[in-house]
């Protein structure tokens, strides 16, 4: 039996509030071992700036390897993003380029675009399998009649294009949010997907956000690059980073909001502040729901010199068996902590070292100064044990060597992660 964090139901939003001029559709076109959903299609009806971050695993999958030529030559021109659940199109030649760009120019027809330069494909699943074709022209064609037949997009659109691109997923991962600007108001949306090999090296396995606020190509690709550093690339399940990793941001201007187009804005450095705020929460959402997870675990590293050593530490701690598998044994092994604090390749001051873990309710400062210091009374033990014991941890390290901080998300490593990954193709 799967055991994941409970209740994920609450993660689930029951509304929204989603970017003007969007248009969302998903279906099922047979290309999962199961006959749950697995395309979706997100449309603007106008042009977007479009930006993205992708993969730098080596064997990047077809669709990254023609993403990145479309990001690159698109200007302010995007108009569309499809998505195909149940194989990732990875590792399959020239032949999985040839049929990602026929995927791209068919869904452009479909909907009346230029056959280059305005759709990207996001691919997912099984890697070393060619897209069966027929399959996916079929859903190609389901998607774009229902975009072209419907109104703006709602909840329940947002919902099922999330669901549809799932896979070893347990719950859909969506997210909107307003945002003031200038006594109008723009809106961001967004879904992602992945469970297992997580440790990006740009983003998780897939994600789009998608806003109606108007931000030029350099900014936003500006912004998503700060964003992604803090969120996306700030995540680890199991240390691997996948081939097909990517996360496109489509903003359309729909709301009618000034145009931000000058990185010194005061406009600019709000909007960052909400994609990166924005880019967290959904990015958390995919540590959530890590395979087999049983503990979500928020790594907060303070006083490090810069925002990269801080983040070395946070990430050694995260990538850790080690601590990982304490953490679903519920034991306060605060020395594999400092341990992979000691290895992170960060030059430390081990005797301005301070560690605590935390609960909504309890704190226990384990090491102090470089020594251990609340694990020998009963209470403080106590209060470990009812820490460990619940979903949220938060491992908070203090290098006292700075001003800066950082973060990661991580979850624990359970005996069914093992499960999942032994039978997965």
């Given at each position: 039996m799967r055991r994941y964090l409970s209740t994920v139901s609450k993660h689930v939003p029951s509304s929204g509030v989603y970017p003007l001029g969007f248009h969302v559709a998903s279906t099922t076109a047979g290309l999962k071992k199961t006959t749950a959903p697995d395309?979706?299609?997100?449309?603007?009806?106008?042009?977007c700036a479009g930006a993205a971050v992708f993969t730098r695993n080596a064997f990047a999958a077809a669709p990254v390897l023609v993403g990145r030529e479309v990001i690159k030559g698109s200007g302010d021109a995007m108009r569309a993003v499809l998505v195909n659940a149940g194989c990732a199109n990875a590792c399959t030649g020239a032949q999985g380029i040839a049929?990602?760009?026929?995927?791209?120019?068919?869904?452009?027809?479909?909907?009346?675009?230029?056959?280059?330069?305005?759709?990207?494909?996001?691919?997912?699943?099984?890697?070393?399998?060619?897209?069966?074709?027929?399959?996916?022209?079929?859903?190609?064609?389901?998607?774009?009649?229902?975009?072209?037949?419907?109104?703006?997009?709602?909840h329940e659109d947002w919902l099922a294009a999330a669901r549809a691109i799932m896979t070893t997923d347990t719950f859909p991962k969506l997210r909107s949010k307003e945002f003031p600007m200038h006594g109008k108001a723009y809106r961001i949306a967004g879904w992602s997907k992945g469970?297992?090999?997580?440790?990006?090296?740009m983003a998780t396995m897939l994600a789009g956000i998608f806003t109606d606020a108007a931000v030029s190509k350099p900014c936003l690709q500006a912004a998503l690059s700060h964003a992604v550093e803090r969120s996306f690339n700030a995540i680890s399940v199991d240390g691997d980073t996948s081939t097909n990793d990517t996360l496109v941001v489509f903003a359309n201007g729909a709301a009618g909001t000034k145009l931000?187009?000058?990185?010194?804005?005061?406009?600019?450095?709000?909007?960052?502040?909400?994609?990166?705020?924005?880019?967290?929460?959904l990015a958390g959402l995919v540590v959530r729901d890590g395979e087999g997870a049983t503990k979500f675990l928020d790594i907060q590293i303070q006083n490090a010199r810069t925002f990269e050593e801080g983040k070395a530490v946070a990430t050694a701690i995260a990538k850790s068996p080690l601590v990982k598998t304490a953490m679903f044994g519920q034991d306060a092994n605060w020395g594999r902590i400092v341990c992979a604090v000691g290895y992170s390749g960060v030059d430390?001051?081990?005797?301005?070292?301070?560690?605590?873990?935390e609960s909504k309710d309890d704190i226990v400062h384990l090491f102090k100064d470089g020594a251990p210091h609340q694990v020998f009374d009963r209470a403080d033990k106590d209060k470990a044990k009812r820490i460990l014991a619940g979903e949220d941890i938060v491992i908070r390290v203090d290098l006292g060597l700075g001003k800066v901080n950082a973060q990661m998300f991580t979850c624990d490593l359970s005996f069914d992660y093992v499960k999942i990954n032994i039978d997965y193709t």
């Open positions: 395309m979706a299609l997100v449309v603007s009806d106008r042009d049929d990602t760009r026929t995927a791209i120019a068919k869904t452009a027809a479909n909907l009346g675009l230029k056959s280059t330069g305005s759709t990207v494909m996001l691919s997912t699943g099984v890697i070393g399998v060619p897209l069966k074709m027929d399959r996916i022209e079929k859903g190609i064609d389901s998607l774009s009649a229902s975009v072209l037949k419907s109104s703006a997009a709602s469970a297992g090999m997580i440790h990006p090296n931000i187009d000058d990185v010194n804005s005061n406009e600019f450095a709000q909007f960052q502040d909400n994609l990166t705020e924005f880019a967290a929460e430390i001051e081990p005797t301005k070292v301070n560690l605590w873990m």
